[in-house]
């Protein structure tokens, strides 16, 4: 026994020496803390010390880390205060104050966005995560991870892809699912090792440790465990290796190895006593009592165990204070001594109701501790049963939901059906009306037309006819002429098939060619992206109308010798411009006439714009202007 105790000293003068070495740098940073000033600089030192310190002394660098808060609100340093609040609650988190670690937490989230940085925010996601998990709270847990890779992978983060995997592996040890959770472990180490960090790599090896102990693998347990605690003892971890240590106790405990049980549990025990932290104190302290109660060493295990219930009951551990409970409810029944045996089954009993509360399984095994098996059995089955029945009436319900959805959406489908085949036949009908209206004005009017205004040319070019009847006949030929061309017009505004841009485009163009070149006149015709505007049958009669009421205009009175006509489409709005080089006018002065009149009434029908501007001697502008 005194070769366990010297062996425990040794490690105690080892770590001093070793937190001594740690502490230099930290010396460093704090004697230059002294002399910073107010800046961003020292913002950024105050996270590093909260950093540095948060897993050795999570006190001392929550002082630190709301230090650096308050700086950096002061200077309104939005990096600063979300990587102060990030640390901050990292140490809380290793304080066991869950509660504080979340509320900073949350806050950190909100400056994370604000300034936009990915990786910051990965890592803040995946902390909540790890504290959703801590919390048994598995559901926001897996939500987080999602949402902390999306982060990694924008930021092509290895480290924390590594700890999403790892929290994931540590949601699936929780719920006893230890496949998947070493799935997630082993590609979590892989992704450490890339970027060569060791800590986590141990942190990950001892949960594993935890997978194969709790399967009764205990070489395998005591093997990763031993290589987690040996990286640890490189990085001088002094937190995670009292933790890892007790672990260690545990497994040698479980696999009835009481001497090595002992020794490593007096490890993890001068680990914690270094960092005078009482939880991991009392935790060493409850193995060791585990171990010497194994051993009949009672009074041994009473020491321990009482001094472990002591911590227990002031940081209000309700599952240690009935693990503590239990054993000691043995060790006294051993001794002899059935009055604090007694005490302690009252106290066992008061934990389990407890516990009842949160957790989900134990309410079979307090169950089973306070009736008989037999009865206990029925009332097992019954709980089931009713479980099932439960499920059979949710299945229906849901059955029912679905089928009457999926008959509303199966009718909603045949309506909306019948109303566009009734829509598409109104539109057929509509398209072969128009297709006949056309055919009849070319076929019948149109040709008739055409055969007035023949004979009125053949009856002219009769020698006997006067000169008087002439003009009648050439008025008659002209007028019918016009009428053919109006109705062609007409024709073509009606036809189906012809309600594209690109057409109307064609058509202004063959007639600004034609009428220019019949009056010795240059035409230009520009048109932009006409193939991408659609048009109803009202608004390209409009727009042709008031383009060639602006071009016979500019033919008839401007004397011009050139027309420039600009027909395009931006957006989602259409424009056509016409421009002479003629004599021009005074818009105030010049009587309105009816073109005029109908080219700004067509525009307004088409919810447009019309405006004309004039100038003596440059000529005439005409611009239409409307949404498509």
Not at 469 to 477: F, G, P, R, T
Request: glycine share 6%.
């Amino acid at each position: 026994m005194n070769t366990i105790y010297k062996f425990c000293y040794l490690i105690f003068v080892f770590n001093s020496i070793t937190v001594f070495g740690q502490n230099q740098k930290l010396d460093s940073m704090l004697t230059l803390l002294k002399t910073q000033k107010d800046d961003t600089s020292k913002v950024n030192l105050l996270r590093n010390i909260c950093g540095t310190i948060r897993f050795t002394n999570p006190a001392k660098a929550i002082e630190y880390g709301k230090q650096g808060v308050a700086l950096s609100k002061k200077l309104g340093f939005d990096k600063g205060t979300a990587g102060n609040y990030l640390n901050l609650s990292t140490a809380y988190t290793y304080s066991d104050r869950l509660d504080s670690a979340l509320y900073y937490l949350n806050i950190a989230l909100q400056y994370s966005h604000k300034v936009g940085d990915s990786n910051r925010l990965g890592l803040a996601y995946l902390n909540r995560a790890d504290i959703f998990r801590q919390l048994l709270n598995f559901t926001n847990s897996l939500k987080d991870c999602e949402l902390a890779l999306k982060y990694a992978d924008q930021a092509n983060n290895n480290d924390v892809r590594a700890r999403i995997n790892q929290t994931i592996g540590s949601v699936y040890l929780q719920q006893n699912l230890y496949p998947q959770a070493l799935i997630y472990y082993k590609n979590a180490i892989v992704l450490y090792e890339k970027v060569k960090n060791k800590r986590m790599i141990a942190v990950t090896l001892n949960n594993m440790g935890l997978i194969y102990k709790n399967s009764k693998k205990y070489e395998k347990a005591i093997g990763v465990t031993k290589t987690a605690i040996q990286i640890l003892d490189s990085l001088k971890d002094i937190t995670n290796l009292c933790i890892f240590n007790t672990n260690l106790a545990d497994v040698y405990f479980q696999s009835k190895k009481y001497a090595e049980s002992e020794r490593y549990g007096f490890i993890a025990l001068e680990y914690a006593q270094v960092q005078n932290n009482e939880k991991l104190i009392a935790d060493a302290q409850l193995i060791l009592g585990s171990t010497f109660s194994a051993k009949k060493q009672y009074s041994k295990a009473l020491v321990m165990v009482n001094n472990a219930m002591t911590v227990f009951k002031k940081l209000d551990y309700t599952d240690k204070i009935n693990s503590a409970s239990d054993l000691l409810i043995e060790v006294y029944a051993n001794t002899g001594n059935y009055t604090k045996a007694y005490e302690n089954l009252l106290l066992n009993r008061e934990t389990n109701d407890s516990l009842l509360k949160w957790r989900y399984d134990d309410d079979i095994s307090a169950m089973q501790t306070k009736f008989k098996v037999d009865e206990k059995d029925k009332e097992i089955k019954l709980l089931a049963t009713e479980k099932e029945l439960q499920n059979q009436k949710l299945n229906r319900q849901r059955i029912i939901l679905f089928s009457i959805v999926g008959f509303v959406l199966l009718a909603g489908i045949g309506i909306w059906q019948l109303f566009n085949r009734r829509k598409l036949k109104e539109k057929l009908h509509d398209l072969e009306l128009r297709n006949q209206i056309a055919a009849d004005l070319h076929d019948e009017v149109g040709s008739s037309l055409s055969s007035i205004q023949m004979l009125s040319q053949m009856v002219n070019n009769q020698p006997h006819t006067d000169e008087k009847e002439k003009a009648i006949l050439q008025k008659m030929s002209t007028n019918a002429k016009e009428t053919v061309e109006k109705m062609s017009d007409i024709v073509w505004m009606i036809k189906p098939g012809e309600n594209d841009a690109v057409g109307l485009g064609e058509r202004m163009q063959r007639f600004l060619y034609e009428i220019g070149e019949s009056k010795n006149i240059t035409c230009n015709f520009t048109s932009k992206n006409l193939d991408l505007a659609e048009l109803t049958m009202g608004q390209r009669k409009n727009i042709y109308l008031i383009f060639k009421e602006a071009v016979n205009n500019a033919v008839k009175y401007s004397g011009t010798s050139t027309i420039d006509v600009l027909l395009i489409k931006a957006g989602k709005q259409l424009s056509l411009t016409i421009n002479d080089f003629g004599k021009g006018f005074d818009i105030e002065l010049i009587r309105r006439g009816n073109g005029l009149e109908n080219m700004q009434n067509r525009a307004k029908e088409l919810g447009g714009k019309l405006t004309q501007s004039s100038e003596i001697g440059k000529g005439t502008w005409i611009k239409l202007e409307l949404d498509i």
